[in-house]
């Protein structure tokens, strides 16, 4: 199967994402089909992980 990267390209390239302000906002981003959410999402976490680490970004998002 494809994995979260693939399918939040196809959203980029076709210009499906909605603002990062849903995808933080969890009563909008519910409202968002799963399909949607989720490569976002992952790709969101992976980015953050890039960024601070993963201990960093473990304890960050255990206050979440």
């Known amino acids: 199967g494809f994995d979260y990267k693939f ?6 390239l076709s210009d499906n994402i909605p603002p990062l ?6 009563k909008d981003a ?3 089909s799963g399909l949607l959410i989720q490569p976002l999402a992952g790709t969101f ?9 993963v201990t960093k970004w473990m304890k960050m998002y255990a206050t979440w």
């Open 7 to 12: 399918w939040a390209s196809k959203l980029f």
């Open 21 to 26: 302000s849903v995808l933080l906002n969890k």
């Open 30 to 32: 519910e409202t968002e």
């Open 45 to 53: 976490a992976a980015f953050l992980m890039q960024k601070f680490g």
